[in-house]
């Protein structure tokens, strides 16, 4: 192995005959593949540490006696408000419609097919409305895994992922363009051992929560923070 393969910014070291990545900014790695380096006395320049990122307003931490990690919020916002009562003025719309039309003897089967996406529709802004009114997420760390958890009513991602399988965390940017407004909404992604990536936390408002959660979660695993593809540099920039 020469010190070609030798990545000083990430900390890490390619093999030349098999191309195997060793991360040398875990203490395994470290201890079993320094020597090996033409020049072993040199400490690889990792990144630099980002400054913390202060705790986002409405974020419950705890810290628990076995060493885990708890982290909580709530999704209520004033805008679900005019969500729910949107939903109550749509889906009585269509009861009355469909009172009406099922009260004759002889349905027009048009009538009762053609307002299915319309009732789609309005279960849909209701459970939205109702899930905003509600649901809690609850992001934990404990010492053997780390698991994302929305309720009381169900929402994806609900991922689990075992601490051993567990490389990076990163920021994503998403932007949805409309007619009349862009929206930037923020997700909290992971890199597996199998260089595959995991959503965590989608959706969160600010770049503050998602900063905040990534630093929390590496501070509590040592995970050291990396650059990784996809991963949101800042204003003025782009991903990596």
């Known amino acids: 192995m020469s010190s070609a393969g030798f990545d000083r910014r990430l900390g890490v070291v390619v093999c030349d005959h098999c191309g195997a990545i060793f991360d040398l900014t875990r203490r395994s790695d470290r201890a079993s593949f320094t020597d090996t380096l033409d020049a072993p006395t040199e400490t690889p320049a990792l990144a630099p540490d980002r400054a913390p990122v202060a705790l986002p307003e409405h974020f419950e931490v705890h810290h628990r006696g076995d060493g885990s990690l708890s982290v909580q919020w709530r999704w209520y916002q004033s805008q679900f408000i005019f969500i729910i009562i949107f939903a109550i003025g749509w889906d009585s719309f269509l009861a009355l419609w469909y009172g009406a039309v099922l009260g004759h003897e002889e349905i027009p089967w048009m009538m009762v097919v053609l307002p299915l996406a319309h009732l789609a529709a ?14 809690r997420t609850c992001v934990t760390c404990t010492r053997h895994m780390l698991k994302v958890r929305h309720g009381p009513l169900p929402w994806f991602p609900q991922p689990t992922i075992p601490l051993q399988d567990l490389e990076q965390l990163y920021v994503e940017r998403t932007v949805h363009h409309s007619e009349k407004s862009t929206t930037v909404h923020w997700n909290v992604m992971a890199v597996t051992r199998e260089h595959s990536g995991v959503l965590l936390l989608e959706g969160l408002d600010t770049l503050q929560q998602a ?9 509590r695993l040592d995970i050291r923070d990396r650059p990784v593809a996809g991963e949101y540099l800042g204003e003025g920039t782009d991903q990596v």
């Open 122 to 135: 309005g279960v849909g802004v209701t459970y939205w409305g109702l899930t905003g009114l509600l649901n």
């Open 211 to 219: 900063l905040w959660l990534e630093q929390a979660i590496e501070d």
